[in-house]
């Protein structure tokens, strides 16, 4: 009986002593844990504090290098001057429509061919293997040699329109320019390249160096398959005279072509609504726009758009502006009227 405390006392002391070791142990693993996750933290903090440093001296450094020049875009935006930026969009379309109609102080739209006042630029737009038809019209309506040169001294320029070869130099540019030389009579359009694709821009570079070189009263763009009566035509556009806004021409409009490999297939026809209907626009065999619409396509050849088809690329452009249309049914070269000023040759 007194032997039982004794073994259970010593029981309690081996059990107490093994508590006590696994308690420092534990602290012990606690403080190191504590110590490592202390450093990690003070590294973390010295490497922000370094990088905020180096960051600080190089915007310090950046700031010393800018350019102390502010924008006008700059100060709009820190002033908050909406009233002001509206009033210099307004400046800016102003200048656009003062341009368009010619009162830019200092601007000429000639350049050196003469100083001369015309009643009209005739442009019949031509190509490389069409030699054959620019003969047959130099012996039937349009003068050649010292004709051409009077006609000229009536008010009226006329002037074979082409473009140059994707191979610049080679032998269809050089033919032209051999023709040139013999008739006098070619308005060669240096920054164009002739291709059927490209009659869109043609049309664009034709009446902005047409209005940049002849100052005249209208600008008449023909085919070189058309015959032209050209006394009526004269007598036609002497009566217009002084006519601003004029887009005259044998007005149209027509189904637009959706199916791809189609004749007249029109790559953006989905632009034209479910009725795929061209808008009003003059027939492309003849066409004749007055000056101020002829100095608007220079002005904003860069942005405006075309469409596969020269006519319907001229028509979408007089759409946004304040042009007349003038629908005369004497332009319409394939039509049986016995007064027409046209034909097909």
Known sequence: MDTLPTTSSKSERRTGRSKTAQTSKSSLVMAFFSCVAWLYVAGRLWQDAENRTLLATLLKQNSAQRSKVITVEDKLM????????????????????????????????????????????????????????????????MPKGDALKKLEERGVVIRF?????????????????????????????????????????????????????????????????????LEGLIELLNRRRGQDGAYIGCMKSGEVISEEGKAWYEPDWWKF????????????????????????ININSVSLKTYAYDDTSLGSWMMGIQATYIDDIRLCCSSLSQDKVCSLA
């Open 273 to 296: 609504g479910d009725e795929k209907s061209y808008f009003r626009h003059a027939a492309g065999s003849l066409v004749i726009i007055s000056k101020n619409l002829a100095q608007y």
């Open 161 to 229: 329109v082409i473009g140059r070869s994707a191979n610049r130099g080679d032998s269809l540019d050089r033919n032209i320019d051999e023709e040139n030389r013999s008739t006098k009579d070619f308005l060669i359009l240096e920054g164009h390249e002739e291709a059927q694709e490209e009659l869109p821009k043609k049309a664009k570079i034709f009446f902005s160096t047409a209005v940049q070189n002849w100052d005249a009263d209208f600008y008449v763009k023909v085919d070189d398959s058309i015959d032209i009566d």
């Open 78 to 141: 820190v002033l908050g001057c909406k009233d002001l930026e509206r009033r210099i969009v307004e400046a800016e379309m102003d200048l656009t429509l003062a341009k368009s109609q010619g009162f830019l102080k200092g601007q000429s739209q000639k350049s050196g061919s003469s100083d001369r006042k015309f009643l009209a630029v005739i442009g019949v737009y031509t190509g490389f293997g069409s030699k054959l038809r620019r003969n047959v019209a130099r012996g039937s309506w």
